[in-house]
């Protein structure tokens, strides 16, 4: 990198999805996400493709439970290792929500445990899913590129710099709508002074 360019603002560490907040689609909030859930018990699914940004809903709305002062336990299931670590009982004993991200790559036993487990503590379950899991209230994320573009938006503005609303459509559609392999791509155009024009 040039010594004298700032740091990529598409780097891991701005990207996260406790970086950033969920940006919703126009005519949609928080709260359109929350009160289904809420009457439900807290519990249900964001269900949708790969980098449509179910787990950013996640955490944005993990930290909408702290806000009210319900407390929650969020676990990422990763690839490497598809597993709840061994303390999930004594957290589903403690919270009033469980947030499971990536619960697709959970053993379908490991969910029904999950499931049961909260049921009879009366918490809440939310997972985050490319497959619902029947969990009677199921939350369809779908990568929106107005969204998308925002979120570049927000993400250059302290650099002064701007890519424009097709631009940012046209790289989500070339990406099928993974908002997450669009960022990469952004990575590497900065990385490659592809932005600075």
């Not at 964001?46 to 930290?63: S, Y």
């Not at 702290?66 to 709840?84: A, K, N, Q, Y």
């Not at 900065?190 to 600075?196: C, F, H, S, T, V």
Request: glycine content about 8%.
């Amino acid at each position: 990198m040039d010594p004298g360019r700032s740091s990529n603002p598409f780097s891991s560490r701005h990207v996260t999805p406790a970086a950033v907040p969920y940006i919703f689609p126009e005519g949609r909030t928080l709260g359109d996400f929350l009160a289904p859930l809420e009457e439900n018990g807290w519990t249900g699914e964001l269900a949708g493709p790969e980098g449509a940004g179910k787990t950013t809903l996640l955490f944005t709305i993990a930290a909408e439970l702290r806000r009210r002062g319900l407390r929650s336990m969020l676990f990422r299931i990763r690839e490497e290792r598809p597993r709840l670590p061994l303390a999930w009982r004594l957290a589903v004993r403690r919270a009033a929500v469980v947030l499971v991200d990536s619960a697709e790559l959970l053993r379908p036993s490991a969910v029904e445990s999950l499931i049961a487990s909260c049921q009879r503590r009366k918490s809440g379950l939310l997972l985050t899913t490319h497959v619902p899991f029947g969990l009677g209230l199921s939350c369809r994320v779908e990568p929106h590129p107005e969204c998308f573009h925002a979120l570049v938006a927000r993400l250059l503005a302290p650099e002064g710099k701007t890519l424009g609303r097709e631009q940012a459509r046209a790289l989500l559609l070339r990406h099928g709508g993974n908002a997450r392999e669009a960022l990469f791509d952004l990575y590497e155009q900065w990385e490659r002074g592809a932005l600075d024009q």
